[in-house]
């Protein structure tokens, strides 16, 4: 006797299988395409730029913190020590210039910083300084004598900054570029070209 036949009905037949899914070569009908790519660098390449100026704003301001440090030995407070750097001025702009240069390495040798000081916080002729390049080359001599660590630091972050500054220009021209209307309308048709040659 033969088993008998199942009636399938409506209710009772199994649902179709879902369609297999098409190989479109790497590329979505939907979601995230190229030109999406695109437009999420560009946003991170403002994020970059954006902590770039934050840095170099920290940079600028350490360096003019280190440089006012390092410009002079600190101004006497008080009558009795502006007096004194007066003098000490006064005597130094009698001296030959040979003679002053002698007392002004001497001074650097010993660290007195009240001759240095009367000499740096005041105007080249005071002194007898013959030109303010002479100030300056005498002004750098005593900050790499008392500040070597801090001049080193200052110019550890200037080559930072020019660094900074040359990545940021990259930075600039790739997001300019991924930002384009042009190239991003370029890759949305790349994409499509490429779904298309698949489907066909």
Do not use: C
Not at 172 to 181: A, N, Y
């Amino acid at each position: 006797m033969r088993p008998k036949r199942q009636a399938y009905t409506r209710k009772t037949l199994p649902p179709p299988a879902p369609p297999a899914p098409q190989d479109d070569g790497g590329f979505k009908t939907s979601g995230v395409t190229p030109a999406d790519v695109i437009r999420v660098r560009s946003k991170a390449g403002s994020g970059t730029l954006r902590q770039m100026d934050a840095a170099l704003a920290a940079a600028k301001q350490e360096v003019q913190r280190l440089e006012a440090l390092t410009r002079a030995p600190p101004r006497p407070t008080d009558a009795a020590g502006a007096m004194l750097a007066s003098e000490i001025r006064a005597r130094l702009a009698s001296l030959k210039d040979g003679q002053r240069r002698a007392a002004l390495s001497a001074a650097l040798a010993d660290g007195d910083d009240a001759v240095l000081g009367a000499v740096l916080n005041g105007p080249p002729m005071l002194s007898g300084l013959g030109s303010s390049e002479e100030m300056e080359m005498l002004r750098e001599r005593w900050r790499r004598e008392r500040h070597g660590a801090d001049v080193d630091r200052i110019e550890r972050i200037g080559r930072a900054v020019e660094d900074t500054n040359r990545a940021g220009t990259l930075v600039i021209s790739f997001t300019s570029r991924l930002s384009s209307s042009e190239v991003v309308e370029k890759a949305e048709a790349s994409q499509r070209a490429v779904v298309e040659a698949i489907r066909s």
